[in-house]
């Protein structure tokens, strides 16, 4: 775009430059061609101001004092410009130069005589010409710019409707492959296969059976859906077109559906081939449901144009569409049909052994010791997506730069892995006695209550050191559940509560510092209730409206009144029990609490040694149990702390 706007700075300078000399032209006078003896006439009347003589061929220019034009021009001064000239040519130069003499000696010339060498038809000409040349010289170079600049050239005016898509060749410089991509075995292996298509159709198509057009990724950030697209690009022996949703995306109007067209067409020239569209949804919302005004009709043509292309008359063959998204939900359902995006290939987040592929893939580059141990590494980050991993190990790297080691060990991880958590520890950050204690309570609240709780969290660590916004944080294990129940999640809201419910019962006063816990406790509930049909006046019903522009509630005001009655009733009955747990376990939650503010960190072995063994092993150390049990071999290390 600052290209296009440049040229049109040239334009306006190009006119302010004619403007120019037009304005120069029509103040520079008249002049007028007159006789010899004429010039001699008004010479010797007085009427000369003064006069220029060329001497390579005579001929004279004479300035007319003003307040004779009217005797010479019989016109108003203010008609025939600020300097009027008469021109004539003289019979002899010798002549001319005595008659000037004569007169002057005379007394009947009193004004100036201005000989010049030659005159000077070259500047006049240039003075003419020039601002024409400039103006056409101008217009080619940017008539030029506009028609030139392909696709991916950018630029210019007639490149706007040109796909932006990067191309990759065969063998190009994609050194990325499936290995790289660790997990995921299921979409590697959906992935792998549209490659296959792509080298030897005739093995499907010979069955009878169609080559899909498109398959579409779908998972949260950072799981490793373009990480995908990559390996394809580097595996697969076709060409590989690479662009985002939003670069369809223009200010100008039908500018998306061009470029559509000229995406498909490329890639008709280079099929059989794969086009890649990350972020899909910049282009793909459903459409008719945005209600601002109808002004959005260009994301709809450009949607309604992917859509023929994709599968209209006339389809493409041998070219693939792979497209990524994180938001399935918003995807128009017309693009989700089946002969457009055939498959759906869901990539989720890494659970407990996708995750130790993936430190394995990123631990490759750095130098560890070997104190590092992937295992506990894997344990420790439920919930990480592989994006996250990678920075984990980056910043484990970093970490051991700053204190100066040869290695990455254990410890740099563990404190990589808080720091991504958490955000950075604030030692500096000035806390009081009281406000110690308080945080000090708090989390002794939190930590006593996952402890004492069947189905909270267990607990890894807590700490009073502020990090990043927190004035304490306390670490658990989430148990990576595919379903879980209402007493778990009941459970966890009384832990989450048991922050506040030790401050009110201990120090008889509540404070700020609870305000994340109570959001994420009331958002729960909510969820519980509106959503997951879980409480008692409202059972078994879901409210659940995923209308992105939907302003109306799907229930009636009477209904919002019960959601908002049983949310209440639902978060009290969990405090109060978070105060009753905490009030029968008093000496303990204190006991806990002197321990936090003595040390300022303490582990899961310290909370055992004040409140005993927890009766009920957690769902995790269930499944490790189960897999030392089939897999003697490879033992990993139960502790959870470091
Ligand atoms: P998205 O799903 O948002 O497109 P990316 O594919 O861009 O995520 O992933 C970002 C980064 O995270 C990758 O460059 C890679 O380093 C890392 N990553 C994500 N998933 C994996 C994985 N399964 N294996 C290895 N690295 C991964």
């Known amino acids: 775009m600052p290209k296009f706007n440049l040229s049109w700075m040239y334009m306006i300078i190009a006119m302010a430059l004619f403007g120019f000399w037009l304005a120069n032209e029509s103040g520079s006078g008249v002049q007028k061609n007159i006789s010899y003896n004429e010039f001699q006439g008004y010479v010797s009347k007085g009427f000369v101001e003064k006069v220029t003589i060329y001497k390579d061929d005579a001929t004279i220019e004479a300035a007319i004092k003003p307040q004779h034009v009217k005797d010479v021009f019989q016109q108003d001064s203010t008609k025939v410009g600020k300097s009027p000239l008469v021109t004539t040519r003289a019979l002899t130069l010798e002549g001319l130069e005595q008659f000037l003499n004569k007169e002057q000696t005379e007394g ?39 028609g030139s600049g392909g696709a991916g050239g950018g630029g210019g005016v007639f490149s706007v409707g040109k796909s932006k898509a990067q191309l990759f060749e065969k063998g190009s410089s994609i050194k990325i492959t499936f290995k790289d991509v660790a997990g995921l075995e299921e979409a590697k292996q959906e992935v792998e296969e549209i490659v296959e298509f792509l080298k030897s159709p005739q093995k499907y198509t010979d069955l009878g059976g169609k080559i899909p057009k498109g398959a579409l990724l779908v998972g949260p950030p950072g799981t ?56 899909i949804d910049a282009v793909g919302r459903a459409r008719g449901k945005n209600p601002s005004m109808g002004g959005n009709d260009e994301r709809e043509n450009t949607l309604n144009q992917l859509l023929t292309e994709m599968d209209g008359f006339g ?181 989450i509560l048991g922050g506040r419910a030790a401050e009110e019962l201990f120090i008889g006063k509540i404070s700020t510092g609870a305000m994340n816990d109570l959001e994420r406790a009331t958002k729960q509930a909510f969820g519980m209730v509106a959503y997951l049909g879980m409480s008692e006046k409202l059972p078994n019903l879901c409210y ?95 502790s959870t702390n470091n």
Not at 117 to 143: C, D, V
Not at 473 to 479: C, D, T, V
Not at 571 to 590: C, F, G, M, P, V
Not at 600 to 612: L, M, N, P, S, T
Request: aromatic share 8%.
């Open 544 to 638: 659940y409206n995923n209308d992105e522009y939907s302003f109306n509630k799907p229930y009636s005001e009477k209904t919002a009144e019960l959601i908002d009655e049983e949310v209440k009733r639902m978060i009290n009955d969990q405090y109060n029990r978070a105060k009753d747990i905490l009030s029968t376990h008093k000496k303990e939650h204190n006991e806990l609490a002197q321990l936090l503010i003595e040390k300022e960190v303490i582990f899961a072995e310290d909370v055992e040694k004040i409140f005993g063994k927890r009766p009920w092993a957690s769902r995790s150390e269930e499944i490790m149990a189960n897999e030392k049990k089939n897999n003697p071999v490879s033992e990993p290390e139960v």
């Open 224 to 279: 490793g859906k373009t990480l995908l697209a990559k390996a394809v690009a580097g595996e697969a022996n076709v060409p590989f077109f690479s662009l985002a949703g939003s670069d369809f995306v223009e200010m100008f109007v039908g500018v998306g559906a061009s470029r559509v067209r000229d995406l498909f067409k490329q890639a008709k020239e280079k099929a059989p081939c794969i086009v890649f569209i990350d972020e």
């Open 315 to 495: 389809s493409n063959s041998g070219v693939i569409i792979l497209a990524a998204t994180n938001r399935v939900d918003v995807l128009d359902k017309a693009l989700l049909r089946a002969g457009r995006f055939d498959r759906q290939i869901h990539v989720d987040l890494p659970d407990l052994n996708e995750r130790k592929e993936v430190f394995g893939v990123h631990l490759r580059p750095i130098k560890i010791d070997d104190t590092v141990d992937v295992d506990l590494l894997a344990r420790q980050t439920p919930g990480f997506s592989g994006a996250d991993i990678a920075n984990v190990c980056n910043e484990a790297a970093l970490i051991a730069a700053r204190h100066g080691k040869k290695f990455v060990g254990k410890q740099d991880f563990l404190d990589a892995v808080d720091r991504i958590i958490g955000g950075l520890e604030k030692k500096s950050k000035i806390t009081t006695e009281a406000e110690r204690r308080s945080i000090a309570l708090h989390e002794a609240g939190h930590a006593s209550l996952s402890w004492l709780l069947e189905h909270a969290n267990p607990l890894i660590k807590v700490t009073i050191v502020p990090r990043g916004r927190a004035l304490g944080a306390a670490w658990y294990l989430p148990e990576e559940r595919q379903i879980t129940t209402k007493d778990q999640m009941l459970d966890e809201m009384c832990a």
């Open 108 to 146: 009947r010339f009193s004004g100036k005589v201005e000989p010049v060498e030659r005159n000077n038809y070259l500047t006049m000409i240039l003075w003419n010409i020039l601002p024409f040349a400039l103006l056409i010289g101008l217009w080619i170079f940017f008539m030029r710019r506009m």
